[in-house]
């Protein structure tokens, strides 16, 4: 499953509502380490695909979301689990380190 689009207007459904974990990467399309992590991301969410969902919000179209979770910088992850955000993570990562920083607080 590819990574998720989601807006202000879809995030309470595509985040908030889902009963798994969401993975929401807040970038910008002007953000070099966001086009750095974008391909990470891409493979994160097919290889643990039924386990999570990475969703993406740009934040110049979206800043409704954005301002809500205090998001100042990006790239910014957050991980929510049944609909609470659970973790964040600032600034672009190696894909493993992604991987594992989603298992630590998935767990």
Not at 11 to 22: A, H, R, S
Not at 59 to 64: V, Y
Request: hydrophobic share 45%.
């Amino acid at each position: 499953m590819a990574t998720v689009k989601v807006s202000d207007a879809t995030f309470e459904e595509e985040v908030l509502k889902n009963d798994g974990l969401v993975l929401v990467d807040f970038w910008a399309t002007w953000c070099g380490p966001c086009k750095q992590i974008g391909p990470a991301l891409e493979e994160i969410s097919e290889e643990l695909e039924g386990k999570l969902t990475v969703a993406k919000v740009d934040i110049d179209e979206n800043p409704s979301v954005m301002m809500q979770y205090g998001v100042r910088s990006v790239p910014t992850l957050m991980l929510f689990k049944g609909g609470e955000p659970v973790a964040t993570k600032l600034g672009a990562d190696a894909k493993g380190n992604i991987v594992k920083w989603v298992q630590d607080a998935a767990a």
